[in-house]
């Protein structure tokens, strides 16, 4: 795992957003900080400790130590229909699998705050050959979770592509957005976090960027970004015909059925 990043959507100075990209061996400290005790997650509530635990990152894989020595966090999977860690008090080191991550803390202030964690780099192995050494093996290019959120999102994208319907444009994020709609666990998915699946899959799954002018503007860069992940997957063939059935039918869909 070359890095994750650490997402707190709300925190910091003027409760602005925090994004902290970490390399193997670097670690990151939450809690509620002072001028003796910094942190580099600002978790601003009277029932988080000064120093609350910490973040690090190994070679594959991340681990939080808890330094409560009451309170237990949970590190939820968002992706996983409820599945979800405990972290017990005092704690050190505890291995996190999940490849995406929430990591919460009882908290006064509506009950618990939160922040995110993406370790991008999970590798996954090629089917092993007949009597071929383990050594021999070669890992994916991009590692992609098939049953993740952001792998939807990429589909949605392709969509029109992959049914030949000689798009002359991406599809736009509120019409991601609604062509989710339908699937199971998406109906409350919002065009912001649409946006954010988009900016995870080309900075850290797909490792491109925005092919924007110099000078353009915010919307110019994010549908340059857009461009720039569907033209990657469909050349690759990351995304294929056969992922279609991940969506939802369509109306026209829908229509022939009724």
């Known amino acids: 795992m070359s890095g994750l990043v650490v997402h707190l959507p709300g925190g910091g100075a003027g409760g602005g957003a925090v ?10 400290r939450f809690g509620r900080g002072d001028a003796r005790t910094p942190v580099e997650l600002r978790l601003d509530d009277v029932a988080v400790s ?3 635990g910490q973040i690090r990152v190994t070679d594959d894989h991340w681990q939080l130590s808890n330094h409560s020595p009451t309170q237990s966090y949970l590190v939820e999977n968002p992706e996983g229909a ?3 860690l405990r972290v017990p008090p005092r704690r050190a080191g505890a291995p996190i699998p999940f490849e995406f991550s929430r990591v919460v803390l009882p908290a006064r202030a509506g009950g618990a705050v939160s922040f995110q964690v993406f370790a991008p780099d999970h590798l996954y192995l090629d089917p092993p050959g007949p009597g071929g050494p383990l050594t021999g093996r070669t890992v994916t290019a991009y590692s992609l979770d098939e049953t993740a959120t952001y792998f939807l999102v990429l589909v949605a994208l392709c969509e029109p592509w992959l049914r030949d319907r000689s798009p002359v444009s991406v599809p736009t994020t509120p019409e991601v957005v609604e062509r989710l709609r339908g699937r ?9 976090a ?4 988009i900016d995870y899959l080309a900075e850290e799954k797909l490792r491109i960027g925005a092919p924007a002018a110099a000078g353009a503007g915010r919307v110019e860069r994010h549908n340059g970004k857009r461009d720039a992940v569907v033209g990657l997957a469909l050349r690759f063939g990351i995304v294929r015909e056969e992922h279609l059935a991940l969506l ?4 026209a869909e829908a229509v ?3």
């Open 248 to 251: 939802p039918p369509s109306r």
């Open 194 to 197: 649409v946006s954010s699946h």
């Open 50 to 52: 000064r120093l609350a």
């Open 19 to 28: 994004t902290l990209r970490l390399g193997p061996g670097e670690v990151a």
């Open 82 to 84: 409820g599945e979800y």
């Open 256 to 258: 022939a059925r009724g």
């Open 184 to 192: 199971p666990g998406c109906g409350r998915l919002t065009a912001r």
